[in-house]
């Protein structure tokens, strides 16, 4: 019988080799080394030909079932488990940059993600060029023949903007670019890159695949839509694994040589958190809506972002690309920053905390806390002014959360 709903499939997706005890959970393996048969077998493995585990830096059991299952669900060519969303989207950028090259970015990022892309990898001499994404004329105007990725996210963090996708995808294939997907704010279960032409997405799987804030990772997906001989850093992978190329060279070289890999431990939380993704966005994104209709009617919000809601600019593009949920994080506005510090002082059920995506509804003020490092000047050409909060919707009782938030703009 063909398996098609998102958690059905999550728990029906086979192990890579059968257990002998016929556990219905994939084993933690906390081993760090695996024995061979024979020296000739090792040998083997080591020249590519047998493929077996060999150190746990590398591959293990139960992180191989997780990329395993993150492949199954989005529907991938392969997955790469990494250590956090960082690891995902460092790794991902140096396999297919070098000294010289240069990316496309939007220019309205997580305040980390632009701090790798400005102020680290600059000193290792690539090249970012921020772009407003909704225009192809001004993306079209930042490439030359160095030019090797556009990179930008599903939904921005904390602004909560969409860009065209397919507008996107267009260019990238125009240019030979690979085309990267930060897919953090929109899971698998509402968000299948490859339909729309992604080349690699990357995500921060702490967030919702972990399963209520259990444990940090990070994916790295590659769609299999991309010829790799294109891309002059991968075009050597190409002759001995072909399509397999991107996810090779960062496997036998980059995330191999620089570490960053997926603890088991981690990897048997976030197997489980797989399993529950479908029916924890969907209560968050169902709260989520509520918490909208109320917010936009309350006299002391001033403004409510939320792509979700049909009032919301951005609304057409989620039902394009998200089936309507574009992620469950909102942002809003009160009249000033010492408003917005005593409204979330104030809090008894909502937490002050940076995550996103966790069981529990979490607000932070993202002026002061995570665009901290930033001039004023960044902040306002990011989006971000010292009115804006950022709260990321749980799983709580949507009228408790509404109470707590009604008093605490009292």
Wanted: glycine fraction near 6%; hydrophobic fraction near 40%; include cysteine.
């Amino acid at each position: 019988m063909k398996k098609t709903g998102f958690t059905t499939i999550a728990l029906n997706v086979p192990f890579a080799k059968q257990d002998p005890h016929k556990a219905l959970q994939m084993p933690l393996y906390e081993s760090v080394a695996y024995e061979f048969d024979s020296a000739e077998q090792i040998e083997a493995n080591f020249r590519g030909e047998y493929i077996a585990h060999v150190y746990s830096r590398t591959t293990s059991p139960t992180v191989e079932y997780f990329e395993l299952k993150l492949k199954a669900l989005t529907q991938s060519s392969g997955v790469l488990a990494v250590s956090s969303g960082m690891a995902a989207i460092t790794n991902t950028i140096l396999a297919i940059t070098k000294t010289g090259d240069n990316i496309i970015s939007g220019n309205r990022l997580f305040g980390h993600s632009y701090a790798l892309l400005q102020n680290t990898l600059s000193e290792f001499g690539l090249e970012t060029r921020f772009s407003d994404l909704n225009s192809e004329e001004a993306i079209e105007n930042r490439i030359d023949e160095n030019t090797r990725a556009i990179y930008f996210e599903t939904v921005t963090n904390p602004q909560l903007d969409i860009a065209d996708i397919e507008m996107l995808s267009r260019v990238a294939k125009k240019h030979g670019l690979v085309l990267v997907a930060d897919s953090t704010i929109t899971p698998p279960n509402v968000f299948n890159g490859g339909k729309f032409g992604v080349t690699i997405e990357v995500m921060s799987t702490t967030k919702y695949i972990s399963g209520g804030a259990t444990s940090f990772g990070g994916a790295i997906v590659d769609h299999g839509n991309f010829d790799w001989n294109r891309n002059p850093n991968t075009a050597s992978y190409t002759e001995k694994f072909k399509a397999n190329a991107f996810l090779m060279k960062v496997r036998k070289n980059v995330y191999r040589n620089t570490g960053g890999s997926m603890a088991p431990q981690t990897a048997r939380y976030q197997i489980q958190g797989l399993d529950i993704l479908e029916l924890r966005v969907e209560k968050c994104y169902q709260n989520c809506l509520a918490l909208g209709e109320f917010m936009k009617a309350h006299p002391r919000i001033k403004t409510v972002r939320y792509p979700g809601l049909e009032t919301d600019e951005r609304y057409p593009l989620a039902q394009k690309y998200f089936n309507g949920v574009p992620g469950t994080i909102m942002s809003f506005e009160l009249e000033s920053k010492a408003a917005c510090y005593s409204f979330m002082n104030k809090l008894q059920i909502i937490r002050r905390a940076t995550n996103l995506n966790d069981n529990k509804s979490l607000i932070i003020h993202p002026h002061s806390t995570i665009y901290a490092e930033f001039t004023e000047e960044e902040r306002l050409a990011a989006g971000i002014n010292d009115r804006m909060m950022r709260l990321s919707v749980g799983i709580e009782n949507v009228g408790d959360i509404i109470a707590d938030i009604e008093a605490a703009l009292q």
